[in-house]
């Protein structure tokens, strides 16, 4: 009984030490983005929903652990966005397109379980699909960002982690582009909290 105690500590001792980053490992796996947000107008008692977002991105990620507080990666997949503005001049616009993230970590507290902060530039290019009352159109868009973000992780097994990023602070610069060359640019600066910012994702190791 005290051996097999004994051989049970040992395996579970072991665990904990595999189960870490590493120098020289090689990660790969994924985040998923869902988002939903609405918003309503009250007026009088009568409520109605002014805009409603729907956001899904899925992001393949691989990267390579420098040293066990450092890693280097990227992510490459798909984005779309899809906005509903019943009274609005769009009564749908939809945005779909390509996302290119090279990013960099610094684990500030690793182990099993543990924090990181991560760095990132975003390349986005892609489409948008305008339904108005009158007409049906298309524009292009390029988006780039940079930022960091707050992520944490927790291995299950030597191999697979789970992890998660939430919050963005950066500058995003978005231009998009209409059929007859015109464009319109937007920037932004600041701090994002919502769902939009909320990562879940799977990593394996080896």
């Given at each position: 009984m005290k051996r097999l105690l004994l051989l049970t500590v040992l395996a579970l001792t072991g665990l904990s030490l595999m189960a870490q980053p590493t120098a020289g490992k090689v990660f790969v796996g994924g985040n998923l983005v869902f988002a939903k947000?609405?918003?309503k107008e009250k007026i009088d008692n009568t409520t109605?929903?002014?805009?409603?977002?729907?956001q899904v991105q899925i992001l393949p990620m691989a990267g390579y652990f420098i040293s066990d507080k450092f890693a280097i990666g990227a992510q490459l997949g798909l984005s779309t966005n899809v906005m509903k503005a019943p009274d609005g001049y769009a009564t749908k616009k939809t945005y779909t397109g390509i996302v290119f993230k090279p990013f960099a970590r610094y684990y500030l507290i690793s182990g099993t379980g543990?924090?990181?902060a991560e760095?990132?530039?975003?390349?986005e290019n892609g489409n948008n699909k305008y339904v108005t009352e009158l007409d049906d159109f298309k524009t292009k868009y390029n988006l780039f960002e940079t930022g960091v973000a707050a992520g944490a992780y927790y291995y299950i097994s030597p191999k697979l982690a789970l992890e998660c990023?939430?919050?963005r602070l950066g500058y995003s610069s978005e231009t998009e582009t209409d059929a007859d060359g015109d464009k319109e640019i937007s920037n932004e600066f600041g701090l994002k909290l919502d769902l939009s910012s909320l990562y879940f994702g799977l990593t394996f190791n080896f």
């Open positions: 947000s609405t918003d109605s929903v002014t805009q409603e977002i729907t543990g924090l990181f760095g990132y530039v975003g390349l990023k939430v919050g």
